[in-house]
């Protein structure tokens, strides 16, 4: 993450930390807020998002400009554009968000103690959460719903292509906030200009209380690497389809299809496909038929496939473009998978009960799906509304991180002049 000279360092770096001691101020509201206050709030930035379609398009355009002058990738370009179904999608997911159960307040577990304390533990915002992501404008709304409803202030660090839709988008959350009396501040863009508010962004302790980076994995080591506060890792997506030797081959088809097609730029596009050597000698030509008819490329170590290497196995392609890879059984799909995923969502097709058990219980991953896409790891899929992203470490929250991930918990103590003996 480079820098400009110091004057320049200098004033990103108060335009950061003003921005976070703004937040902390609204943080300290927003904890107050009823349900019925944040839901309210949550219709009104959806009415306010849709009335304002053309004005978010128009900035969107400008940006696709930009970044189609620039020779950006294709599925850069898909990942940063917005039309009118997206928006309209956007905008459905700050209703489903205000639809859903607010996680503040909730008690996790209490007791009363042989003295008479009376002790619970309940969830509490975690306070100003930063979000340092690329390309993708959406992610900016989505971002705002879930802070909002979880009581958080958000900090958002968009790339510079997104920079007018991102602007364009939190102007209109920032006006829909104020209009129900709560602070703009709830919400705040930082400048996408200099490399270095990602930086000062990260390294604010004591003004920001969690980071999450949401982007490719170049941009994901670097957060975790440098971050002097915590945070929350997501997760770039090798994902795998695995084709059973008790596979129905007309579904493995189809969840392929899907997995690998929908959407070939979101993390949880499929990027590997595994087939039993049971089934090869019927599922291979079948499969890469379909593939290749869908225009992806097929990579592998099979005749008239492109010549796999391991960074084919380990790719996140973000395109249409697949491997293949043919195995000796489950306990070779296993060990592929665990050796080359990236712990993301990992597929089984199989008609064999006990074969999807062992699978689901052996393979590590945030999501591991039997029979189904793995395009259903997504948090509005999940019912949870709009996601924050989708977490592949291992501490509280793992997998689409929605509502409750972005809490943490108070203990309160409730006595009546009880002293702790010597």
Not at 182 to 203: C, F, G, K, M, N
Not at 269 to 278: F, S, W
Not at 344 to 368: C, Q
């Amino acid at each position: 993450m480079t820098a400009g000279t110091v004057g320049e360092v200098d004033t990103v770096r108060e335009a950061v930390h003003d921005a976070a001691r703004r937040a902390r101020v609204a943080s300290r509201t927003l904890a107050q807020l009823t349900t019925a206050q944040k839901d309210a709030a949550l219709h009104a930035a959806a009415d306010a998002l849709l009335a304002a379609k053309d004005t978010v398009l128009g900035a969107n355009a400008e940006d696709i400009a930009a970044a189609e002058a620039t020779g950006t990738a294709a599925s850069l370009l898909d990942r940063l554009r917005l039309t009118q179904d997206r928006i309209d999608g956007i905008a459905s997911g700050l209703r489903q968000v205000a639809g859903l159960p607010d996680p503040v307040g909730v008690v996790l577990r209490g007791s009363t103690l042989a003295n008479g304390l009376e002790i619970r533990q309940v969830r509490v915002p975690l306070g100003v959460v930063g979000m340092v992501y690329e390309a993708r404008p959406n992610v900016t709304v989505d971002a705002f719903g879930l802070a909002l409803k979880s009581g958080n202030a958000a900090l958002l660090r968009g790339s510079s292509s997104a920079a007018r839709s991102n602007a364009a988008l939190v102007a209109i959350m920032r006006d829909a906030l104020v209009a129900q009396e709560i602070p703009a501040d709830a919400v705040q863009l930082l400048p996408s200009e200099d490399r270095s508010s990602v930086t000062h962004l990260i390294q604010a302790r004591g003004l920001v209380d969690v980071v999450i980076p949401r982007g490719g994995a170049g941009l994901i080591n670097a957060v975790v690497r440098d971050a002097q506060v915590p945070t929350i890792e997501t997760g770039t997506g090798n994902c795998h389809v695995y084709v059973h030797a008790a596979a129905d081959l007309e579904m493995a088809e189809s969840i392929l299809l899907n997995s690998k097609t929908r959407r070939p730029s979101v993390c949880n596009t499929a990027e590997t496909v595994l087939i039993d050597r049971a089934i090869a000698d019927t599922a291979v030509p079948r499969l890469i038929g379909a593939l290749e008819r869908a225009q992806v490329t097929v990579h592998g170590d099979l005749p008239g496939l492109v010549p796999a290497t391991d960074d084919d196995w380990a790719d996140e392609y973000l395109s249409l473009d697949i491997a293949l890879k043919v195995v000796d059984d489950l306990d070779a799909a296993v060990d592929h998978i665990n050796e080359w995923g990236t712990g993301h969502t990992e597929a089984i097709v199989t008609a064999d009960l006990k074969a999807a058990r062992e699978f689901t219980a052996r393979v590590d991953a945030a999501a591991v799906m039997v029979n189904a896409s793995t395009a259903f790891t997504d948090g509005e899929q999940f019912g949870f509304g709009a996601e924050i992203g989708i977490s592949t470490q291992k501490l509280h929250a793992r997998g689409p991180m929605a509502l409750p991930e972005l809490t943490s918990t108070k203990w309160i103590v409730w006595g009546d002049g009880q002293i702790r003996p010597s």
